[in-house]
Antibody
Framework: QVQLVQSGAEVKKPGSSVKVSCKSS????????ISWVRQAPGQGLEWMGG????????DYAQKFQGRVTIIADESTSTAYMELSSLRSEDTAVYYC??????????WGQGTLVTVSS | DIQMTQSPSSLSASVGDRVTITCRAS??????LAWFQQKPGKAPKSLIY???SLQSGVPSKFSGSGSGTDFTLTISGLQPEDFATYYC?????????FGQGTKLEMK
């Protein structure tokens, strides 16, 4: 059974960065895409970007270009999402999700990132 | 970016009812359309991909249809555990975009 286990909740100051991890187990890591999706409090889902570990290059939503970096470590089956220049509007639950060809089959449990001074 | 518009935004129904949620894309996306269910405080759950294919383990009470720009999710024989928020998502073009969600509430 595939499991995606994310790192714990974070509280960050405005202007700082946060790095969230997503460790995959129970299935193939390298050839499946890992997407990052966020959800602000009471709001809908927003796709931020994704990566296929075996290829190594990530695609990002234009909205986050220049502020987000997604990488994958095949040796540990772990993907990471780093978001910089944090502002209060970045307060959200961040999810990683796995899939093939764009479709998502499994989700991580979510990581709450709170941006507050 | 492709805009995904769901209707209705909220829906009230009773146990045993059959309900349909629609999702419209601002441009054609073939059948690259997924549906997700989310309960409060939980991660989304994948229900349908390819507009009409059920994810493994998803009961057949859920069904999807459509192609191009217009899609539907139908849930038959509503049970208490089906009351949740449902999202569609297109994965035909980057950035992959979601509908705004449809909250299914118990009448």
């Amino acid at each position: 059974q595939v499991q995606l286990v994310q790192s714990g909740a974070e509280v960050k100051k405005p202007g700082s960065s946060v790095k969230v991890s997503c460790k995959s187990s129970g299935g193939t890591f390298s050839t499946y895409a890992i997407s990052w999706v966020r959800q602000a409090p009471g709001q809908g889902l927003e796709w931020m970007g994704g990566i296929i570990p075996i290829f190594g290059t990530a695609d990002y939503a234009q909205k986050f270009q220049g502020r987000v970096t997604i990488i994958a470590d095949e040796s540990t089956s772990t993907a990471y999402m780093e978001l910089s220049s944090l502002r209060s509007e970045d307060t959200a639950v961040y999810y990683c999700a796995r899939g093939l060809g764009g479709k998502i089959d499994y989700w991580g449990q979510g990581t709450l990132v709170t941006v507050s001074s | 970016d492709i805009q995904m518009t769901q209707s209705p935004s909220s829906l009230s129904a009773s146990v045993g009812d059959r309900v349909t949620i629609t999702c419209r894309a601002s441009q054609g996306i073939s059948n690259y359309l997924a549906w997700f269910q989310q309960k409060p405080g939980k991660a989304p759950k994948s229900l349908i991909y390819g507009a009409s294919s059920l994810q493994s383990g998803v009961p057949s009470k859920f069904s999807g249809s459509g192609s191009g720009t217009d899609f539907t999710l139908t849930i038959s024989g509503l049970q208490p555990e089906d009351f949740a928020t449902y999202y569609c998502q297109q994965y035909n073009n980057y950035p992959y975009t979601f509908g705004q969600g449809t909250k299914l509430e118990m009448k």
